[in-house]
């Protein structure tokens, strides 16, 4: 038996997104995403890679669940795409984009997995980026709308449906840092974009509770990292306060505590006034599940070139690195600690994504050897298993990611599934860290 044992009810799974895998990017009136424009401008993504097959998930919905069959999934958590459900971000639905997630939802349910929804991974409809996007409050409630129109075909069989999966990262990465999608430089654009993301959830919330047909579980998910001065200086200590205050609280905050942390900043203190209106941060705090994502820690170092925080990422020297991290197992025992004794939640909490890219490849007899990712997995886990004895009441915990997939700005590099695609026939194969996965899901539990 084993040694670390979970609770009878905990909950398994494995996590994709709909701009990742689906494909048949203009099939089925599916409308243009921002992101199928940023993909399609050279430069923007690493070997002009895009996601217009991705892993073609579209058509071949009905294999990868019996790939999470065999996996022995629970659940799994997907997102619907925007555009295939509304083309132009508002106005007519499209029928044929409705089907699609009835037909994978009712597949699901027949081979016994709980699928959860999440409602936005980051492929805003370009046709409202056009009007502004997330910088125009106008979207907040045109995503309430599309949230009312997905619960009225989902909530008489799921469950749980997430609003948003990482705000902070749609709203700082592709708003201030200009890595994704829709690909600008602009603090003041970050942090209107992040408000208006978040005021979207708190809309959204009443919408799918108002229109839900038996009762659902509405939730958000949110990128936590544990951040760590680079030195113990004052100046150090104040940039790792100044990112957490910008990564962790500017989201925390308002969800759990229904303030905000952005007048710490020059920027969030100009523009707080004109951007947060009377009532705003009442609807942001409504949610019944956090869904925690973790991947490692920042160690931040002063550094007066970097606008907002004045802070700069270190990497210690002799720790051990993924392709794109630190491998920092402790950090999601820490965050789920934090997120425990400092915001004293009421609402259930789950860990929604954790996962490591690692160069897979075929070996010569058709078996992937990733027992890096198994290392990693076995590790963070038992760190949830930690938080678990120490009282923090996590239900359930999600792989990043089922398959290997279109890893947004770096293209098909990052290999994060528990099964490996060959991208250029589409085949898949469960990875040995599948087959590890899926006896720690028998077990619900793992060696010490």
């Known amino acids: 038996m084993p040694t670390l044992t979970f609770p009878k009810d905990f909950v398994w799974g494995a996590a994709t997104s709909a701009y990742q895998i689906e494909g048949a990017w203009n099939e089925d009136g599916r409308g243009m995403s921002i992101w199928d424009t940023f993909s399609h401008t050279p430069g923007k993504v690493a070997n002009n890679e895009n996601g217009d097959v991705a892993v073609d998930h579209y ?37 044929k984009g409705l089907d699609f997630y009835d037909r994978l939802i009712d597949e699901l349910l027949k081979k016994k997995i709980e699928p959860y929804v999440c409602l936005f991974h980051w492929d805003l409809p370009q046709a409202l980026q056009d009007k502004g996007g997330w910088t125009n409050r106008d979207t907040a409630y045109a995503f309430a709308d599309y949230a009312r129109i997905v619960t009225g075909l989902v909530s008489d069989r799921v469950k749980v449906v997430f609003t948003h999966n990482e705000p902070w990262v749609a709203a700082i990465v592709g708003h201030f840092l200009g890595e994704h999608a829709p690909g600008f430089k602009d603090p003041v654009q970050g942090i209107k974009a992040l408000h208006h993301l978040l005021l979207s959830h708190g809309l959204a919330y009443e919408a799918i509770r108002a229109s839900a047909k038996k009762p659902v579980k509405i939730g958000i998910t949110l990128n936590l990292n544990p951040v760590y001065p680079a030195s113990d200086s004052k100046k150090d200590r104040e940039a790792a306060n100044r990112t957490d205050a910008m990564l962790n609280r500017s989201v925390l905050d308002p969800l759990l505590k229904g303030t905000t942390p952005i007048q710490e900043f020059a920027v969030g203190k100009m523009l707080s006034s004109s951007l947060i209106k009377d009532g705003d941060m009442g609807k942001i705090k409504q949610l019944d599940l956090l869904g925690v994502n973790y991947y490692s820690r920042s160690v931040m ?39 425990s004794k400092d915001y004293k939640p009421s609402c259930e909490l789950m860990v929604t994504e954790n996962g490591i890219p690692v160069p897979d490849g075929l070996d010569f007899d058709g078996r992937v050897r990733d027992e890096r990712r198994i290392r990693y997995l076995e590790s963070h886990i038992a760190q949830v298993h930690r938080a678990v004895q120490d009282g923090v009441p996590v239900k359930g915990y999600f792989h990043w990611s089922l398959t290997d997939n279109f890893e947004w700005a770096l293209g098909y590099g990052p290999r994060f599934g528990l099964v490996y695609v060959d991208y250029k026939t589409l085949k898949r194969t469960i990875k040995d860290s599948g087959r590890w996965f899926a006896n720690v899901i028998r077990r619900n539990g793992l060696d010490a």
Do not use: C
Not at 62 to 88: C, H, N, Q, V
Not at 308 to 314: G, I, K, M, N, R
């Open 301 to 339: 170092k002063y550094d007066a070139k970097f606008p907002l925080v004045s802070a700069a990422q270190t990497f210690p020297e002799g720790n051990e690195y993924s392709g794109m991290w630190e491998i920092f197992p402790t950090g999601i025992y820490e965050i789920l600690m934090r997120v």
């Open 59 to 95: 058509h071949r919905y009905k294999d990868d669940i019996r790939l999470m069959t065999e996996l022995g999934l629970k659940a799994y958590r997907f997102s619907t795409a925007w555009t295939r459900i509304l083309p132009d971000g508002t106005g007519k639905v499209n029928k």
